[in-house]
């Protein structure tokens, strides 16, 4: 099979007409002034690429919310001309970002899906192909069926589970693979290292949607892979407050191109979203910890449930892909980022992000019984947040992807998508208990479905359930 390696363009014309569009924004490095270059990933949360204010001195990045900048002559400023292009702002979380995964700044969008559709439309163009996750966030499959499909850019859809099954997707005209893990919404996963071996050989970049599971818990671009993206929206930021997009990567003149099609298009994040997202980032290691943990407990609940039918959730034994999330999730939590030293206490946990889905026994009817008598958890669509959210997707999130292509994936019409939040694992616990009572169905017995040993421990409403 003849396949051409991916370049950026690389004429003369183009060189500079991104060399003009960029003089008023030049590429700035991250400054973590006051850090260790091994500091803990907490420590790089909180302060990595942060710095007072220049002005007052103000410990928090203030608000600019303006439009337009004094410049001091013709040409001369000080590097920001006009906020569709560039903002303090956002600069500021540009460079929290960045240090939070040892990259040059993010480039920050309005919306994750911005991230998405920028990222696309910088690698490709009319009759350039790109692989996809088959499973993947439904606006990712609405953007290329709907939007780009027309203009002469196509996609395949892949298991990229399997990495043969990537290699002979892979054709001469395939400009980018684009893989989400875990996958939106069966936490299937990708062997990112893996496929970047195949990538690095032919030449073509390969983007993670690294949303589920942030740098914190996931360090794709460690792992081989060129591009990370996220929805801010979601653990980054963490509190239902703001819409927002981030893609890192190491290769500047990419960066430089995101940079000039964001200003372009007029994707950039908003200030007042920015300076939210700083404040949330700054949790953002202790939140997913505990999100992890309370999403445990929750799976293990769920799995002993007899009106369950199947639950999905990497931190399980029965997990398909459970020897892949252990190798894979290099949890930054309670050790060095860059793994020279541990603290004497480091935690030996491995974490598996906050993301529960699960089917009911009695299909669709009995899903929709749980979903509509929740009380604690919140039907709604986002996910990463501090309350918990239940989410049914072929109805909500996915309800763009083809029917076909959501069955052969195992979207099915009954599957419950669960962003676990920081309530009280317990409190959690007992709403999904007090719904699953609302279920009618002829129960499957517990010995035929489980065969954990160990035994965990769940107070739920004040008393102790042995939970198989």
Same mark, same amino acid.
């Given at each position: 099979?003849?396949?051409?390696?991916?370049?950026?363009?690389?004429?003369?014309?183009?060189?500079?007409?991104?060399?003009?569009?960029?003089?008023?924004?030049?590429?700035?490095?991250?400054?973590?002034?006051?850090?260790?270059?091994?500091?803990?990933?907490?420590?790089?949360?909180?302060?990595?690429?942060?710095?007072?204010?220049?002005?007052?001195?103000?410990?928090?990045?203030?608000?600019?919310?303006?439009?337009?900048?004094?410049?001091?002559? @013709?040409?001369?400023?000080? $590097?920001? /001309?006009? %906020?569709?292009?560039?903002?303090?702002? !956002?600069? *500021?979380? =540009? &460079? #929290?970002?960045?240090?939070?995964?040892?990259?040059?700044?993010?480039?920050?969008?309005?919306?994750?899906?911005?991230?998405?559709?920028?990222?696309?439309?910088?690698?490709?163009?009319?009759?350039?192909?790109?692989?996809?996750?088959?499973?993947?966030?439904?606006?990712?499959?609405?953007?290329?069926?709907? @939007?780009?499909?027309?203009? $002469?850019? /196509?996609? %395949?859809?892949?298991?990229?589970?399997? !990495?043969? *099954?990537? =290699? &002979? #997707?892979?054709?001469?005209?395939?400009?980018?693979?684009?893989?989400?893990?875990?996958?939106?919404?069966?936490?299937?996963?990708?062997?990112?290292?893996?496929?970047?071996?195949?990538?690095?050989?032919?030449?073509?970049?390969?983007?993670?949607?690294?949303?589920?599971?942030?740098?914190?818990?996931?360090?794709?671009?460690?792992?081989? $892979?060129?591009?990370?993206?996220?929805?801010?929206?979601?653990?980054?930021?963490?509190?239902?407050?703001?819409?927002?997009?981030?893609?890192?990567?190491?290769?500047?003149?990419?960066?430089?191109?995101?940079?000039?099609?964001?200003?372009?298009?007029?994707?950039?994040?908003?200030?007042?979203?920015?300076?939210?997202?700083?404040?949330?980032?700054?949790?953002?290691?202790?939140?997913?910890?505990?999100?992890?943990?309370?999403?445990?407990?929750?799976?293990?609940?769920?799995?002993?449930?007899?009106?369950?039918?199947?639950?999905?959730?990497?931190?399980?034994?029965?997990?398909?892909?459970?020897?892949?999330?252990?190798?894979?999730?290099?949890?930054?939590?309670?050790?060095?980022?860059?793994?020279?030293?541990?603290?004497?206490?480091?935690?030996?946990?491995?974490?598996?992000?906050?993301?529960?889905?699960?089917?009911?026994?009695?299909?669709?009817?009995?899903?929709?019984?749980?979903?509509?008598?929740?009380?604690?958890?919140?039907?709604?669509?986002?996910?990463?947040?501090?309350?918990?959210?239940?989410?049914?997707?072929?109805?909500?999130?996915?309800?763009?992807?083809?029917?076909?292509?959501?069955?052969?994936?195992?979207?099915?019409?009954?599957?419950?998508?669960?962003?676990?939040?920081?309530?009280?694992?317990?409190?959690?616990?007992?709403?999904?208990?007090?719904?699953?009572?609302?279920?009618?169905?002829?129960?499957?017995?517990?010995?035929?479905?489980?065969?954990?040993?160990?035994?965990?421990?769940?107070?739920?409403?004040?008393?102790?359930?042995?939970?198989?």
């Amino acid at each position: 099979m003849s396949r051409l390696p991916r370049r950026l363009p690389t004429s003369k014309s183009f060189e500079a007409r991104s060399a003009a569009a960029h003089r008023a924004e030049p590429s700035r490095t991250v400054r973590n002034r006051g850090l260790a270059a091994n500091a803990g990933i907490d420590t790089v949360a909180i302060r990595g690429g942060r710095r007072p204010d220049p002005t007052t001195g103000a410990i928090l990045t203030p608000i600019y919310q303006t439009t337009t900048y004094a410049q001091d002559a @013709v040409g001369v400023h000080k $590097g920001h /001309t006009y %906020s569709r292009a560039s903002n303090p702002t !956002v600069s *500021a979380l =540009e &460079d #929290a970002l960045g240090a939070l995964e040892n990259t040059p700044p993010a480039v920050c969008f309005s919306t994750g899906l911005a991230a998405i559709t920028t990222l696309f439309l910088a690698l490709l163009k009319a009759g350039d192909h790109v692989v996809v996750s088959d499973v993947v966030y439904g606006g990712t499959v609405r953007l290329l069926n709907l @939007v780009l499909e027309p203009l $002469g850019i /196509t996609a %395949s859809f892949v298991d990229t589970s399997d !990495v043969n *099954a990537v =290699e &002979d #997707a892979i054709t001469s005209r395939t400009r980018l693979v684009f893989v989400e893990t875990p996958a939106n919404p069966t936490l299937k996963l990708v062997d990112v290292e893996a496929i970047a071996r195949i990538t690095k050989k032919l030449g073509i970049p390969l983007a993670v949607d690294n949303t589920f599971l942030t740098p914190v818990l996931f360090r794709p671009l460690d792992l081989g $892979g060129d591009i990370t993206v996220y929805s801010t929206t979601k653990y980054i930021e963490g509190h239902n407050a703001t819409v927002g997009g981030s893609i890192s990567t190491r290769d500047a003149k990419l960066l430089d191109r995101l940079r000039l099609f964001r200003k372009s298009l007029g994707s950039i994040q908003a200030p007042f979203d920015a300076w939210l997202t700083l404040k949330g980032l700054k949790t953002l290691p202790l939140r997913i910890r505990q999100h992890s943990r309370s999403a445990l407990e929750v799976a293990r609940f769920l799995e002993s449930h007899p009106k369950v039918a199947k639950v999905f959730y990497p931190g399980l034994s029965e997990f398909p892909q459970a020897e892949l999330a252990l190798r894979q999730n290099r949890s930054q939590l309670g050790t060095k980022i860059e793994g020279k030293r541990s603290l004497k206490n480091a935690d030996s946990e491995t974490f598996f992000g906050g993301i529960v889905a699960f089917e009911v026994a009695g299909g669709v009817d009995s899903g929709v019984t749980v979903m509509n008598n929740v009380q604690l958890c919140t039907l709604a669509e986002n996910l990463g947040a501090t309350e918990t959210l239940i989410t049914h997707p072929v109805s909500m999130t996915h309800g763009d992807v083809p029917r076909e292509q959501r069955e052969r994936t195992g979207i099915t019409d009954g599957l419950i998508r669960l962003s676990v939040g920081l309530e009280d694992p317990a409190d959690i616990i007992a709403d999904l208990e007090q719904a699953l009572d609302q279920v009618v169905v002829q129960a499957t017995p517990r010995s035929a479905r489980i065969t954990r040993t160990t035994r965990t421990t769940i107070k739920t409403r004040g008393r102790a359930r042995q939970l198989a």
